[in-house]
């Protein structure tokens, strides 16, 4: 390899690393904390150094090579290996610090993880924490995220499973809907109300098609991708709506509609990469989830029926 190569400093390997995981300079350069143009330089300066063309440059952004599929391999072992290596020194006694970026669907990352986490990070000055409370699937591998939770085992090679818990769903109305609507008092009811729901065509995960395992004949006349906006919908009147009991717990405005009749339940799931899982700041807040899962079972359970 050159001695401008990868072998030379791993900032050559980081920013590689950054433009093939994100495809654009911009988004690159926000990943590592930089410049666009710093970003290209360094691309254009690692590509003379191998003698070789690492990404094809187009309108749509940055697409590696067949060259740079190569490099790929050895970026992410020696990103692999600097990662044991700070692991090593957390070990010896450093302090936790450092980012670590959580991937999780919306109700999760914003109603139980977001407000908690500052307990750990309140102990852990250098510790920083991101949050993409999203629904979407996000990709260990390219290191979208440091820590995913999502709602089935791992689809992805390399990668650390813990199953954190199940959790129950239940048909939710306002109070005030169901003081003017038709009286719900079998399933079959259920029929004559409009619901809230997903858009199914733009379902990220199976397991969330709830509508479909009520029955054929009901569908949703609101639909969104976005549990938060579901949940203020039917806030609101909107109509029915299945929601897991941990967001309806925070919303004394909304009523269980058959809770005893009509009931789903889902499990969430932690994924950590195997190449992270021993970096003590990833190590850390995976912990510190599972425990705040683990304390609060009876929320994740819904009342008793």
Known sequence: MSARGPGRSWDD???????ARTGTLSAAAARVGTEHT??????????????????HRSNLGYALTEAGEGLLATAEAMESAFLAA?????????????????????????????????RLTGRHPGLEVEILATARIFSLS????????????????RVVTRRLTDYRLSVYAAAAYLAGAPPIRVPEDLRAH????????????????????????????????NLLAQVHATRAG???????????????????????AVSLTRSFHM????????AAHIRAVAAFIAAEVEAAGPLFAGPPT
Not at 142 to 156: G, H, M, N
């Open 142 to 157: 390219k290191r979208e995220a440091d820590i995913v939770v999502s709602l089935s085992a791992a689809q992805q090679a």
């Open 13 to 19: 390997l980081r920013f590689f690393l950054a433009v």
């Open 86 to 118: 700070h692991a090593a020194g957390d070990e010896a006694g450093r302090a936790v610090s450092g980012t670590v970026r959580i991937g999780a669907p919306d109700g999760f990352g914003s109603v139980f993880l977001a407000p908690r986490m500052h």
């Open 271 to 278: 994924h950590v990469h195997e190449d992270h899982r021993k």
């Open 194 to 225: 409009p619901f809230v729901g997903y858009i199914e065509d733009m379902l990220f995960a199976r397991e969330l098609n709830y509508l479909g395992a009520i029955g054929p004949e009901v569908s949703a006349r609101l639909r969104s991708t």
């Open 38 to 55: 710093t970003v290209g330089r360094r691309i254009r300066a690692l590509e003379e150094g191998l003698s070789a063309r690492l990404f």
């Open 238 to 260: 909107a109509g029915l709506c299945i929601l897991p009991a941990f967001i309806a717990a925070g919303e004394p405005g909304l009523r269980p509609v058959l809770p005893e």
